[in-house]
């Protein structure tokens, strides 16, 4: 059974870095494409980035790109989003879902604010 | 990038009713590959249904999408409570990035 747990949020300075984690205590991580969509505050989902099985491809949507790096350990059953430049728009709760066209499963989301 | 526009906006009926929920692309997506979520406060998305039909892993029968091209539908057939939520659609058989319709929250009247 997959259970995904993010964590990593909080509150940083635009302009600021943060890296938000997700790890699976199943034992199927490394089978699958992982994603992160964001939900900001009241409003809808928002694709964010995605990674194949073995890291080898990656894909992230316009707005983040060149700012945000997705990234994975299989060995540790853990996804990683590494958010640099963050600006108040990336103000949002981030999800970790398997799949690698849409979320499978999901975490229960970890809490990103970017404000002065 | 495709748009996807979700109608209605909101959606009121009663328990044992039918609800039924649009979502139309701005163009045609490829192999019918669009999804659908149900989504309660506080909680993740889950999902629903795959390749505009197919039920998801224990997902009731009340359930269904249909639809090809740019018009999906999301019928549920007899309403229960434990189903008012917010409901989106989302496409992954075109270029990227995969988008979400705005989403319906159906509410009970």
């Known amino acids: 059974e997959v259970q995904l747990v993010e964590s990593g949020g909080g509150l940083v300075q635009p302009g600021g870095s943060l890296r938000l984690s997700c790890e699976d205590s199943?034992?199927?991580?490394?089978?699958?494409?992982m994603n992160w969509v964001r939900q900001a505050p009241g409003k809808g989902l928002e694709w964010v980035a995605n990674?194949?099985?073995?890291?080898?491809?990656?894909n992230y949507v316009d707005s983040v790109k060149g700012r945000f790096t997705i990234s994975r350990d299989n060995a540790k059953n853990s996804l990683f989003l590494q958010m640099n430049s963050l600006r108040a728009e990336d103000t949002a709760v981030y999800y970790c879902?398997?799949?690698?066209?849409?979320?499978?499963?999901w975490g229960q989301g970890t809490l990103v604010t970017v404000s002065s | 990038e495709i748009v996807l526009t979700q109608s209605p906006g909101t959606l009121s009926l009663s328990p044992g009713e039918r609800a039924t929920l649009s979502c139309r692309a701005s163009?045609?997506?490829?192999?019918?590959?669009l999804v659908w979520y149900q989504q309660k406060p506080g909680q993740a998305p889950r999902l629903l249904i795959y390749?505009?039909?197919s039920r998801a892993t224990g997902i009731p029968d009340r359930f269904s999408g249909t639809g090809s091209g740019t018009d999906f539908t999301l019928t549920i057939s007899r309403l229960e409570p434990e189903d008012f939520a917010v409901y989106y659609c989302?496409?992954?058989?075109?270029?990227?990035?995969?988008?979400f319709g705005q989403g319906t929250k159906l509410e009970i009247k």
């Open positions: 390749d505009a039909s």
């Open positions: 990674i194949k099985e073995d890291g080898s491809k990656k």
């Open positions: 199943g034992f199927t991580f490394s089978s699958h494409w």
């Open positions: 163009q045609s997506i490829s192999n019918n590959y």
């Open positions: 879902a398997t799949g690698g066209w849409y979320g499978v499963d």
């Open positions: 989302q496409q992954y058989g075109n270029s990227l990035p995969y988008t």
